[in-house]
């Protein structure tokens, strides 16, 4: 057992209570929210009553996830530069969404992604690949999510096995499942805002007390995270990571194309857009997410060259070969050190913070599916409309319920394979399928349905089929079947080629079919995308 989970164990107790108190306040709020939903427009969409600076908070909980939190701070602790090119990528990808999708997407749509796919299109076609898409994309998010979310606690309470795993993988889904269940878009909303006050708090506090240790000189910092490190001033150069070969040079433009395109494309971040009641706060909240989404990923400098500094690559390496535990590693440094109450005390906030922002992640996620099924897929496509709201909600619920349900299975199985692999897949398929159907919907006068269907199941399809055939999934010793070798795609994301087959297929399925696009309704969706004119 590590030294982390060792000291985790001495303390379990208050790490225990802090994941308690966390857990019945958040479920209180939720019970809470839950009790003024009345309507599909309160479940889907939060009632548009949130302020700018409130869905700006909620925007933030949603963006800041697990892997934004543990895995950029140990990214930087083991590859310096190059691990905080994520923290660049990340916060790049976010001025994309805004720059291109999330002002017309909140003038044009109602509840769903789907719903500007489809409004110039037929419906049928389009809103079932949408929804297709947007399930698979959340359902691989979501496995990532949640086999971290059973690493993770198992690691920080102390406890060892498979079976203490795969409990915990099924609490953090019955939790997922209540939030959006009960709560809808106002519960899972207010989940996420106080999981960012606690987020950026916790990191702020640590950001803090590195510096301080370093009397606030960052060089110093920087000259001791490379002397920790072994690497020397290697560590503060490019090409750690991504510079020995051609092919890692590819593979790192590769992901920084699906990490910066593939953001604009992820449901869960476009139906934040939904939840204010005007484009003026929705301007707002996007300037108030900026100012917390970048304040963050800054400070996440602090944390990924103080945990090389003051924890040192090897003792990260030992308690967790990714580098997941660094964050919280560099808490129980900062706090005294292993064996030590402050120590114990800082590693169960941090752990709490941890397991918080998982939490909020899973929770928009699946109300962004179940949304999609029940709106796009059941009242839409199967219904052809003819259905009350308070029969799509019923539906929406059951949804969460199912595609929690999906989501815990496959979590059981996958609980030992390689999560980067599924984030992968996430970010590429909303690159490859969303991303450009959304970009020619809003911007493409002759755009048709042929052409919306082609992009959609090209990207996805090609996305899919390129990491199941790329060395994440065989042909390494860090793979997801190292002991078998069946890859013959050489890069470890499938972006640089996937992606534009995605804007290829939409444009050949547009110019080569004789379906004409509707002029008035495109020139109606460019008025409403624009001006906010006739939006819900």
Excluded: C
Excluded at 11 to 22: A, D, K, P, V
Excluded at 253 to 275: C, D, E, K, N, Q
């Amino acid at each position: 057992m590590n030294l982390l989970a060792t000291s985790a164990t001495d303390h379990r107790g208050l790490t225990m209570t802090l994941f308690g108190i966390f857990v019945l306040a958040t479920l209180g709020i939720t019970v809470w929210a839950g009790r003024q939903t009345k309507d599909a427009a309160d479940f889907y969409a939060g009632g548009r009553g949130f302020s700018g600076f409130q869905n700006g908070l909620a925007i933030s909980g949603d963006y800041m996830s697990a892997a934004s939190f543990l895995g950029i701070a140990g990214a930087i602790a083991l590859f310096g530069y190059d691990g905080f090119l994520y923290s660049i990528g990340f916060l790049v990808a976010w001025l994309v969404a805004l720059l291109l999708v999330a002002e017309p997407l909140r003038n044009s749509g109602r509840y769903t992604m789907a719903d500007v796919l489809a409004f110039r299109m037929r419906q049928r076609p389009v809103r079932t690949a949408a929804g297709i898409s947007t399930i698979v994309v959340s359902i691989f998010y979501l496995l990532a999510q949640m086999v971290g979310a059973g690493s993770l606690v198992a690691l920080l309470l102390g406890v060892s096995g498979d079976g203490a795993k795969r409990w915990t993988i099924v609490a953090v889904g019955a939790l997922m499942v209540l939030y959006v269940a009960i709560g809808g878009m106002k519960g899972t909303t207010w989940v996420q805002i106080v999981k960012a006050v606690l987020l950026i708090a916790g990191t702020a506090l640590m950001t803090f007390l590195v510096l301080a240790k370093y009397h606030f000189n960052i060089s110093s910092l920087l000259g001791a995270a490379a002397d920790a490190s072994g690497k020397a001033n290697a560590f503060l150069e490019p090409g750690l990571k991504y510079g020995a070969t051609g092919t890692s040079k590819l593979d790192f433009l590769s992901l920084g194309l699906a990490l910066v395109l593939g953001t604009a494309g992820l449901p869960h971040i476009l139906v934040r857009f939904y939840t204010v009641p005007t484009a003026k706060a929705a301007r707002k909240s996007v300037l108030w997410a900026i100012g917390i989404i970048g304040g963050f990923y800054l400070m996440t400098l602090a944390l990924g060259f103080g945990a090389a500094a003051l924890v040192g690559p090897k003792t990260i390496k030992a308690s967790n070969a990714a580098g997941n535990t660094a964050a919280p590693l560099l808490a129980e440094n900062l706090g005294g050190g292993a064996g030590t109450t402050g120590g114990a005390v800082l590693l169960a906030v941090i752990s709490a913070v941890a397991f918080a922002t998982i939490l909020a992640v899973v929770a928009g996620l699946t109300l962004a599916s179940s949304a999609s099924f029940a709106h796009d897929l059941y009242a839409n496509v199967i219904r052809r409309g003819k259905v009350s709201e308070r029969q799509e909600v019923y539906v929406a619920k059951w949804a969460a319920a199912g595609i929690g349900a999906v989501a815990i299975a496959l979590s059981l199985f996958a609980d030992k394979l390689n999560t980067a692999a599924l984030v992968a897949l996430a970010f590429a398929v909303a690159a490859s399928a969303n991303l450009p159907t959304l970009l020619f919907s809003l911007f493409w006068k002759r755009f048709n349905t042929v052409g919306a269907v082609s992009s959609v199941y090209a990207g996805l399809v090609s996305s899919v089929l390129l990491v199941l055939f790329s060395p994440v999934v065989s042909g390494g010793k860090n793979s997801l079947f190292p002991h078998s070798d069946f890859h013959w795609f050489p890069l470890e994301n499938p972006g640089l080629v996937s992606i534009p087959v995605g804007f290829l297929a939409g444009w050949l399925g547009t110019v080569l079919s004789r379906e004409q696009a509707d002029p008035a309704k495109y020139a109606e969706l460019e008025v409403r995308s624009l001006t906010g004119l006739g939006a819900h």
